[in-house]
């Protein structure tokens, strides 16, 4: 088979795949061209709001909504969740035009794209929603509804502020819902809650309730509730007002948001640090139950005495556990006892071996003890010492004997003592470590030389220059040095 090149230049292709010349992307996978579809869609249309004809709605068994947006030129497949699905105002049904809300994404396993569907309205209010996709987009690109700024609500609130009409029934259930889950003290800020004006004093209120100074004569909430009962879009349309929000979002006070039924969304609920889906609801969130608290208390306090006497209880089970494996008293030196017996009686034997022993040994030598042995033995001495003669001509012999090795030793001595011949004139030459230069090769390669003569020692360099001089020898009593004997 002929070797083929590395790169292949023909167009149609071939059998095998090849790398084109200079190309260096690899091939993507079916999977990561989807994912990437994915991501670019998802990225580019986060947030849609579409108009259209619904088409092909089907309800699954699960609650989730599936159906087709259409118009006279294209479709859109779409999908609402059963949380959303369940919130619709509405029955969706083929050929009812909506506005939908969501976002794009793609669906890989049938290589389409499709909306999500968060909400949909029936688009009979066109100008009306699209001021409020307007204001809220606006408000939106500046924070207002930013998950960052959301606060976390007190545990217990004392004082609860509420911003509502003084003669609805919202205020009536959030007081008795109140009143059945823990009673607190409440703060009603009677306002307009649609109509002319209403966008204005529920702003007013929460304002005022925020400026409000703690320890003042009015006592300062610790949450408020802004509530509205159900209606209209055109009813609930004064908490969709950027005054509303605005004053919400800049609130220091904790704020929860129940405007309308659970279906009912205004901008008021976005800017809230929580959205409630009615006032009810609002007044369950705000506080916890009383007896619930009071149950887990209880069972807390319970819970603390078990854990304090837990260890003690433990601690009491272990020590009999510990104290029923351990031995009887008597069991345990009963060993001892009868080695300590033992040892007893072979104490006694031993010590009356060992004077039987003793008296054995006693009567061995006395049987050589007697008088006619002693009398042999003291005369046999005397003859030995008789026999000793200290005569003094050989006393003296021998201390003149070692009188003439002492004075042998002694010329020999002075005979090799180095320093005799410096009597003479001679000098002894010394290194820096105080050896002796025995030759001119090695004194030349010395930095200096010590000369040492009779009467003192000279430090000089190769050269031959005089170094310092050194002090004479003194001799023993203050006085010049005494000459030396040459032998």
Not at 20 to 38: F, H, Q, V, Y
Not at 344 to 352: D, F, K, N, W, Y
Request: net charge positive; with cysteine.
């Amino acid at each position: 088979m002929p070797d083929t090149p590395p790169f292949s230049d023909d167009p149609s292709g071939g059998l095998v795949a090849k790398q084109a010349r200079g190309d260096n992307a690899e091939p993507l996978t079916i999977s990561e061209i989807s994912a990437a579809l994915k991501r670019t869609v998802e990225d580019r249309f986060g947030f849609v709001r579409v108009r259209g004809e619904l088409s092909g709605v089907k309800r699954a068994a699960s609650g989730h909504l599936y159906l087709c947006l259409k118009d006279e030129n294209a479709r859109l497949d779409g999908v609402m969740w059963k949380g959303n699905a369940g919130r619709l105002a509405f029955r969706a049904e083929d050929g009812v035009e909506v506005v939908a809300t969501g976002k794009l994404t793609t669906y890989p396993g049938r290589s389409n794209y499709q909306i999500v569907i968060d909400r949909m309205e029936i688009a009979g209010e066109g100008a009306l929603l699209a001021l409020l996709a307007k204001t809220k987009a606006r408000l939106e690109a500046e924070g207002l509804f930013d998950q960052r700024r959301k606060r976390a609500l007190p545990f217990l609130p004392r004082v609860i502020g509420v911003v509502t009409s003084p003669t609805g029934a919202v205020i009536r259930d959030i007081l008795h819902r109140l009143a059945d889950r823990f009673p607190s003290r409440v703060l009603v800020w009677p306002v307009l809650v649609q109509g002319n004006g209403a966008a204005e004093q529920v702003a007013a209120a929460v304002r005022g309730f925020s400026a409000l100074q703690p320890g003042g004569a009015v006592p300062r909430p610790d949450l408020v509730i802004v509530a509205r009962g159900g209606g209209s879009i055109e009813d609930l349309w004064a908490f969709n007002e950027e005054v509303v929000v605005r004053a919400i979002a800049d609130c220091a006070i904790p704020v929860i948001s129940a405007v309308g039924h659970e279906t009912d969304t205004t901008l008021a609920d976005f800017a809230a640090d929580l959205r409630a889906p009615t006032p009810t609801a609002a007044a369950e969130i705000a506080v916890p139950v009383r007896e619930e608290l009071a149950a887990q208390i209880a069972e807390l306090a319970f819970r603390k005495r078990r854990c304090a006497l837990r260890p003690v209880q433990l601690g009491r089970e272990r020590l009999e556990a510990r104290v029923q494996r351990l031995p009887r008293p008597e069991t345990i030196i009963a060993q001892r006892v009868q080695k300590l017996d033992e040892l007893g009686e072979r104490l006694r034997r031993g010590l009356a071996d060992r004077i039987a022993h003793a008296r054995t040994a006693l009567h061995r030598p006395a049987g050589r003890l007697s008088a006619p042995l002693l009398a042999y033995q003291l005369r046999h001495g005397r003859q030995q010492l008789d026999a000793v003669r200290l005569r003094g001509e050989d006393l003296l012999r021998r201390v003149e004997n070692a009188r003439r090795q002492v004075e042998a030793l002694d010329r020999l001595r002075r005979q090799l003592d180095p320093r005799a011949p410096l009597l003479r004139g001679y000098a002894l030459v010394t290194g820096p470590d105080g050896h002796v230069v025995g030759g001119r090769a090695l004194a030349a390669g010395l930095a200096e030389m010590t000369l040492e003569f009779h009467d003192g020692s000279l430090q000089v360099s190769p050269a031959g220059a005089p170094r310092k001089a050194a002090r004479a020898p003194r001799a023993p009593d203050g006085g010049p040095a005494r000459q030396g004997d040459l032998f």
